[in-house]
């Protein structure tokens, strides 16, 4: 019963849908995996290719399931940074727009 493990799964929950043009985490995950969440939703139990360093032949079900542990992953430092500081500090955006820039190649607001 780790608490930061509980909020970090809370955070990343929150981050699986949209706000307004600004994609889910999940789905800027799988973008960045050359790949999209209609396509890895719609062949949940068949192979879909990407282009990132995941090894071959994942289904999009297995993919659902990485995604989610890379946005926990991505996640994580960002939530103990900010739980470490004050809810007003800018120091979990930056290191949360570091993350994105590095883990996915892109970086968003």
């Known amino acids: 019963d780790d608490p930061i493990a509980a909020k970090v799964e809370y955070v990343a929950q929150l981050t699986r849908q ?3 043009p600004v994609p889910s985490l999940r789905e800027a995950v799988l973008n960045a995996w050359g790949t999209s969440l209609d396509e890895v939703s719609a062949r949940a139990g068949e192979p879909v290719p990407v ?3 995941l090894p071959d032949g994942l289904t999009g ?3 659902m399931s990485e995604a989610h542990r890379r946005c926990v992953k991505l996640l994580t430092p960002v939530v103990v940074r900010h739980r470490d500081r004050h809810p007003d ?3 979990a955006h930056d290191l949360a727009a570091q993350l994105c ?8 607001g």
């Not at 820039?101 to 968003?108: P, S």
């Open 51 to 53: 282009t990132a360093d």
């Open 101 to 108: 820039h590095e883990q996915l190649g892109a970086e968003r």
């Open 61 to 63: 079900r297995q993919l």
């Open 89 to 91: 500090d800018t120091e």
């Open 18 to 20: 949209p706000n307004g």
